[in-house]
């Protein structure tokens, strides 16, 4: 009998979206009459924050003292942002070699997208806008020039992490070659750690936790579903380079993972550790997750964005099946969910919800940016079909219900200038200073982890989210 997987491969059942098209007269009022086509909705005010002032000045402000507290050197690049104790408010740094440095340096990237290209949606209250987009431009930069050394590491899948969201952006808007040249080198890194023994890209070369330690990479080859966000870097470059085998690379990883770390039912585990001699599965487990058996969401995100962005470079209707039934299977978890804001994912779909008056469940607001990013690019395939419809509907949702429930209450905005040099340089806060943009993000909560923090802000949750409404720009959805 055909598992649920290989039966998705011939066809493909996407429950219809709803929308509310209220019945609208010709010129423009609710009545009878009705035009051929609902006025749609004004996204950009319904989700006006995604574009508002603060989240400019948020990730202005954290750039500029951060770099100003560094010494004008950086080591060490905003990870979380915890929501209570002595350090509430602020960012916490990882080294710069940690895997997540790339989104900061992104986001700033991403505000210069806008203001070069969307100024519309780019809100300042500076008269000089070119000279402001100068300075963003110089910081992002700025935060930039560390990951350029980082380009040759080859002790890291991260590298599409690490180096897209600024380096591409870097040549894609200003025509650096320096940063296309890193990225055709970051490409090259990632693809010296695939084995063709295990048809797989080496993920992690050692995961220890409580519960297990590999460390032996000549005994185990660990993989994670993260990695499907990694191989659009080998496309990339691929296609830059016509390098056949970086295309290769990344579309049989992407079977491997669709054969191995997906599951039947279309939820997925997070890491699958294989014996690199034969290729063969040893262990499906999780290191981030609620227990080796249940779907972690920020896991299940990944996929969905990962599969969509294989299926864009490869045209294969496996990988677009794929990312269909992965993203239902993220939206039926969700709403089958009876805690409030429910399209805010809990961090894990199978860990027990809180029963106590008042209390709210754990969530993860990266697993749901990450996952509108991806149901985005599902509804841009599928344009003219319910699924893409049902896609979008459910990716304004997540973020609707996720500025509503997590979008932190202190709000930043620039201070007007002393005199007529309009410096841009002074921010102010409202209420208890908040340095990220979204609340509610869980990094880890898993019982065996040697490292829990959750309940935090997170740069890769801000990051997506800024990205989020690149793509409702870049789209002409708003």
Known sequence: MASRKEAVASTVEVTSGVFNEEK????GAVGNKTSKKPIPARLDVELEELFAENVVAK???VAVNLFKKQNNVLTHYPETVPQTGPHAGQHELREAEFWTCGFFPGSLYALLERSMKYPQYFKIPFSNRLQFSKELLELARTWAEPLHAMATRTDTHDMGFIIQPALRMDWELTGNVKSLESVLVAARSLASRYDERVNAIRSWDQAINKRYSYTDKDVDFLV?????CNLDLLYYAGYHTSDQKLIDIATTHAHTVLKTVVRDDFSTFHLVNFDPKTGE???????QGYRDWSTWSRGQAWAILGFAQT???????????????LANYFLSRMDSSTHSYPYVPLWD????????????????????????????LLHQTLQGEEAGARFFSAAIR????????????????FQPPIDDSENVGVVGMSGEP????LRNATANRNDDSLRQYWDHGLVYADYYFLEFGNKLIRMGLI
């Not at 609208?24 to 010129?27: A, E, R, V, W």
């Not at 994670?224 to 499907?228: A, C, G, L, P, T």
């Not at 908040?434 to 943009?437: K, L, N, T, V, Y």
């Open 434 to 437: 908040f340095e990220a943009i």
């Open 311 to 325: 299926f864009i470079w490869t045209k294969d209707p496996v990988f677009l099946q794929a990312s269909i039934s």
């Open 224 to 228: 994670i579903i993260d990695s499907m």
């Open 24 to 27: 609208i007269t010709l010129n």
């Open 59 to 61: 990730i202005w402000n």
């Open 398 to 413: 997540i973020a609707r219900e996720t500025v509503e429930l997590s979008l932190s209450k202190s709000k930043a905005s």
């Open 281 to 287: 599965v040893k262990n499906k487990l999780t290191n």
């Open 349 to 376: 779909f199978d860990t027990p919800v809180p029963l106590a008056k008042g209390e709210l469940p754990l969530r993860d607001t990266s697993a749901g940016m990450i996952a509108a990013n991806g149901l985005l």
